[in-house]
């Protein structure tokens, strides 16, 4: 195994000004193995689900070459996550939270994945991100993602886990609750302080920026209007950029920054429609012929 | 002539939380000239001061070798801004405003000035900004600038003066007041329906954008924590553009990047300290090795 990806997966119920679903397939480790599985085969996924996980969706993540020893199946009922976005999306409101076998989720990574030289934790619990890095490859780049509610919540337990990776994604609205600073680029130096050796920053429709302590590279977002459902575009963003990583195997700056711009590219299509109904859809073409305008996009 | 700039030429009275100054020199006009003057020596500036400005001042803006033919000096006081910024300097807060001999500003381009293929606008009264464009080249490429107290005081006029010209710059705030529009990408479509070809669509610390019916262009803000004093910032960029612009003679999309690259890099000097003080010493030497790094953080 060259990836594994750690996080919710879930039961979505949601509504945006495009359209609603129930129920569809979705979850942090998820999109961001989906959006990943476009660049390796070799990526493993680990998430709990309950006995009410209708058996077409192991089936669609199978069909995209993930891995599912790593997903385990118990007495229960699947984390279903009912939220709706307004306007202009900018902001999912969370309707209701059932966390069912989610609650006790304790990630154990199966032997095939303990020497993956990539690791990814999606947003969850900083303790159990905790958990899952103990088991990781010593040597293995590890990257983890987290959300505003442990930032207000577990603020020290997730400080403890970001001394213990690689790399962290965040979008503007964490990275100035996590260190209390106005400016992203002086808020981004500081996070460099806490451990991790890069940051991912997400601007949404200002684009992403790579931060590293030598390092600073931007994209803007693909620029699209199309967009319906963005539930899962910061998932398929670090997807994107695991995915890539893990393909080539190496992490110069030429490497880290192509990542990003497939991150970039990934999360332009998981926003066009619901679920994951436009992803699972993709051709590799498709992907790069969007990294190619995104490199026209900057280029002067 | 090649380059017109017309707007406010002011004196400064600010505080910013690194410091402040006293009726230092400023304006759209002023800003943007002193930009454009790293590009081109043949630019000229049409404005108006009062009795009370000081000689040093034109003195200043000579040995940038900006032509001051069109700037009229008449009995009365110079157009004096008072205001501060806090916490991050996003916002300027206006203290007091006193418009002086700006009240009855009627810009006149002497002849010389007549024949220039490359014209801007900085912010002033939208209406005045019309009788400008009306004595301009026909062919001439014209550029304007406005604010937030036009578009919501003085929309009609605003929109009237926007059929006239070639390109506009607007931040984000302004572009989704002047539309109605969250989405800047749609804001921007929108834009292009009212006459001008190009927006230059500023987005503080997330950089810029250059959006035209086939074109769509973005460049991160030069990375920097040294801001001491905004003022000028968004003139300083549309300086940058339009010296560029001028000095090079075309309008090719290569041109109009490169363009607003320079002004990208222009107006990131010029918020590293107070009134002009930063972006007067800059040396050519300097603005290319922004450009190049500018180029390098968005190569992939």
Known sequence: MKLVMVGSVALDTLAT???????????SAVHAAVAASFFTDRLGLVGVVGED???????????????????GSV?????????????????????????????????????????????????IIPEIQGKVLAQAARGSFKMLDTMN??????????????????AVVLNDQEIRQLTGLTSLIRAAQSILKMGPKYVFLKRGEH???????????????????????????????AGGIMGSLAARGRLTAADLRKAMACGVVLSSFQVEDFSLWRTVKLKKSEIDARLKRLRAMTTF
Not at 17 to 27: E, I, M, Q, W
């Open 149 to 166: 509610l442990w930032i207000a919540t577990r603020k020290a337990a997730l400080k403890k886990v970001l001394r213990k990776v690689d």
């Open 207 to 237: 684009g992403a920026s790579l931060i590293g302590k030598h390092e600073y590279f931007h994209l803007p977002a693909y620029p699209t209007d199309a967009v319906k459902d963005p539930t899962g575009a910061g998932d398929s963003f």
């Open 17 to 27: 000004p495009h359209g609603s679903v129930k129920r569809a397939l979705g979850g």
């Open 75 to 123: 007495k229960g009922k699947t984390f279903h996550w009912q939220g709706r976005y307004k306007g202009d999306m900018a902001v999912a409101e969370t309707l209701k939270t059932e966390l069912g076998v989610f609650a006790t989720f304790d990630p154990k990574l199966p032997a095939a994945y303990q020497s993956a030289p990539f690791v990814f934790c999606g947003n």
């Open 53 to 71: 996980f209708p058996e077409a969706f192991p089936k669609l993540l199978k069909s995209r070459k993930i891995n599912l020893e790593g997903l």
